[in-house]
């Protein structure tokens, strides 16, 4: 089959643009982003500000997504839990670190009816804080840990800049927290969540991420170690699509967290927290999607297949139940199908709107293709239909979306690596920065550096990548600061790039 390895060119890219009314990616990528998100179903503006409302089609691929990781948590041993949404101040204030880090992002109710409350709530942020609360009255000894626990749900942060999946003021995650009687034991724990969400996002989602731990300057707030997979859009940006946090005992000592150990001492729990928020959507969209709107990964994508009847007004009806027929027995292989049922709308209005929607593939049955026992086949990444026998496109479907879903991760990864640059003075680094590239380089670890270079570039060292990490890993001893000539710290190059 064949794959387009690029958009369409010329006059003739110029004219389904016009048709989809879509900015190209390549004159503003942002207004690209909101135009596809909006127009695409996904979400829409909310008379709440800095929130989003997310529409069935982004549902249904949220929905996707909370399916295969729950699988994977219970799979795991991990439990769910529901937690309020409304935590006590002095909850927030018990560990320094956390509240320094979440003031100036917290929502707070100080009022029930016209009743002034003595001590207000905050609309949670995370929850480490009310969970420590809780697990102080539930442990007791080194026979209840581990504690393996998560939840879903929304949490709140107050946005000054808000973009649809990116940044809102509520956003919709799981975040899982555990309890151990070890420090080795938590600390696997953080990597074995950093692991999985490598696996969902490279296997499930077709996005290439590096695996790494941030420097201090971007630890989670009460974090002894943050760890973050990061991906590149198509604009250069990155983007932290998942952290796992090792908390050490710094909450179970500010909530009394502790347990008797085999031998009879008392000692504070180690603690781990991860998650993986709606931000995930985002890097679907600006990894995948084209000039023409989204283009969903099969392994996720709410509609894998989209049929499409052709016909006239006197036999529009029959076409429908064919299409109908066809679908049921894709969706006998366990596919995920739609039939576009809609009559009274162009037939080329349909595949634009199903194009820029991402659908991997598109079938279309006419009554010519029905006489003749065929069908026309036309993949979201191909330029060109193919006309295949009926039974053969069914059978080889599901060995054609596994083809979509390589050729996205392929094309992500090439993209990455080809837009990622070593450099070792500080003139490359702003050149490459500025060029909107990703940049390994050394660094002395000196939190000021850093926020220097942050201050000149908007540049932030995105994660020092770990030593079996597929992208970066190289250890590079003896190597200088890109920045100030020191020696460099880490063994390593880190990733410096501006984010999302």
């Known amino acids: 089959m064949a794959f387009m390895t690029k958009a369409a060119s010329g006059d003739k890219q110029d004219k389904r643009a016009q048709q989809y009314g879509v900015t190209p990616q390549s004159v503003d990528f942002n207004d690209w982003y ?65 509240v320094e880090g979440f003031a100036p ?12 409350l003595a001590e207000p709530y905050v609309m949670r942020p995370t929850s480490e804080t009310i969970i420590g609360h809780m ?70 989602l077709a996005l290439p991420v590096v695996r790494g731990e941030k420097t201090a300057s971007e630890r989670f707030a009460g974090a002894v170690a943050t760890y973050s997979i990061e991906g590149m859009m198509r604009d250069g940006k990155a983007l932290q699509s998942g952290t796992s946090h090792y908390l050490g005992q710094n909450f179970s000592r500010a909530f ?40 969903m990964p099969p392994g996720i994508a709410p509609i894998q297949v989209v049929v499409i009847p052709v016909g006239r007004k006197d036999n529009f009806d029959q076409m429908v139940g064919e299409g109908e027929r066809l679908a049921a027995e894709l969706r006998a292989l366990g596919l995920r199908v739609k039939v576009d049922r809609r009559d009274g709308v162009t037939n080329g209005f349909k595949y634009n709107d199903w194009e820029l929607k991402g659908v991997p593939v598109r079938i279309e049955l006419g009554p010519r293709d029905l006489e003749q026992g ?8 191909a330029e060109e239909k193919e006309t295949l026998p009926r039974a053969e496109a069914i059978a080889g479907m599901r060995a054609r979306l596994d083809g979509i879903q390589a050729w ?21 680094f702003r050149a490459a920065i500025e060029a909107g590239k990703w940049v390994l380089a050394f660094h002395c670890g000196d939190p000021e550096s ?35 000539g020191r020696p460099a710290a880490y063994g390593k190059r880190v990733i410096f790039a501006r984010q999302y």
């Not at 709140?156 to 809102?168: H, Q, W």
């Not at 065929?374 to 990444?381: E, Y």
């Open 256 to 295: 009394d967290v502790k347990f008797q150990t085999r031998e009879q001492r008392e000692e504070y729990a180690y603690t781990t927290s991860w998650a993986i928020s709606s931000r995930i959507i985002g890097a679907i969209i600006m990894t995948h999607g084209d000039d023409f709107g989204l283009i």
């Open 450 to 484: 850093e926020k220097a270079i942050k201050d000149e570039t908007k540049a932030t060292i995105r994660n020092i990548p770990l030593d079996d990490a597929e992208f970066f890993a190289e250890r590079e001893e003896g190597g200088v600061c890109v920045h100030t």
């Open 374 to 381: 065929v069908v026309v086949v036309k993949n979201r990444n």
């Open 408 to 428: 996205l991760l392929r094309r992500a990864t090439d993209f990455m690596l080809e837009n990622t640059v070593k450099v070792d003075t500080y003139a490359e």
């Open 135 to 204: 697990w102080s009255g539930w442990l007791n000894s080194y026979r209840d840990l581990p504690f393996l626990h998560y939840q879903w749900g929304s949490v709140f942060r107050a946005e000054l800049r808000t973009k649809a999946f990116l940044r809102t003021s509520e956003f919709y995650w799981h975040e899982g927290h555990t309890a151990h009687a070890s420090e080795e034991e938590a600390r696997a724990e953080v990597r074995q969540q950093l692991d999985l969400y490598h696996e969902f996002c490279q296997d499930v």
């Open 105 to 116: 992002e917290l929502f707070t109710v100080d009022k029930i009816g016209t009743e002034k």
């Open 34 to 98: 909101n135009e596809v998100v909006k127009k695409a179903d996904l979400a829409d503006n909310s008379p709440v500000a800095g929130a989003m409302v997310v529409r069935p089609y982004g549902a249904a691929l949220w929905e996707n997504i909370q399916r295969w990781l729950d699988d994977r948590f219970k799979a795991t041993g991990h439990e769910s839990l529901i937690f309020p949404t409304l935590i006590p101040m002095g909850f927030i204030m018990k560990e320094a670190d956390h």
